[in-house]
């Protein structure tokens, strides 16, 4: 293991006050509920959009709903991403 990944300052240890870690976990709870929420329906949209376009003679519109699927499902990606970067990195200093 690389000595800066266990504390990058020797004898020192980070904390954060219980009242605001409190505040900044329901915070980004709902922070990410409602971005989870607004993508769906983004998604659902953009899905709509695609069909009627296909079925149409309006080209724009499939066209515009393939747009919103692939800016949807890239931004759900990066949404989830910092996540899972913070879980594996946590678990691995944990497990050393």
Known sequence: ?????ANP???????????????????LGWAVGIGITVLVLALIVGIIMFAVGSLNTRPDMAANGKKT???????????GL???????????????
């Open 9 to 27: 300052i020797p004898d020192y240890e980070v904390t954060v006050p219980s009242e605001v870690e409190g505040l900044f976990s329901t915070a």
């Open 69 to 79: 699927i692939g800016v949807t499902i890239l931004a759900a990606a990066l949404l």
């Open 1 to 5: 293991m690389h000595p800066t990944q």
């Open 82 to 96: 910092p996540s899972v970067i913070i879980f594996t990195v946590f678990s691995e200093m944990s497990a050393s």
